[in-house]
């Protein structure tokens, strides 16, 4: 008579093994997805999400209030122009760029700086 073999405890081993593979192959994966956090500066534009920055936006904000104008022009992250306003406080909002009253509020600042951020 032949020896019979514990195929259930073999079978029990197999699986721990490949679990414990794809777990290794997981834990790799991210850390490289994660950035690192030993003190150095992580390059933001890097980490960037490839959607609009701007989901709600304001059609009316007085001038004077405004400090500094960013535009991000459309691409692939994003099919629209975009206009963040930051105010005097250091508040950032988000202009509707087709909105009559910012297209004007543009023209004239562009017309009086000359230049927008």
């Known amino acids: 008579m032949s020896p019979k073999l514990n195929t259930t405890s073999f079978g029990t081993s197999a699986r721990r093994f490949c679990v414990l593979q794809v777990l ?13 956090t030993s003190g150095q500066m992580v390059d933001s534009e890097m980490y960037a999400e490839l959607r609009c920055t701007c989901l709600k936006t304001m059609s009316r904000i007085h001038p004077s209030s405004i400090s500094k104008l960013e535009v991000i022009r459309e691409g692939v992250h994003c099919s629209k122009m975009e206009l963040i306003a930051t105010m ?6 988000c ?15 562009l017309k009086h700086d000359g230049s927008v951020v």
Do not use: F, Y
């Not at 997981?26 to 950035?35: A, D, F, Y």
């Not at 005097?88 to 909002?93: E, F, H, V």
């Open 24 to 36: 290794l192959l997981l834990s790799l994966l991210l850390t490289m997805l994660v950035p690192s």
């Open 88 to 93: 005097k406080d250091g508040k950032k909002i």
């Open 95 to 109: 202009l509707n760029t087709e909105a009559p009253r910012i297209k004007k509020m543009l023209q004239k600042m």
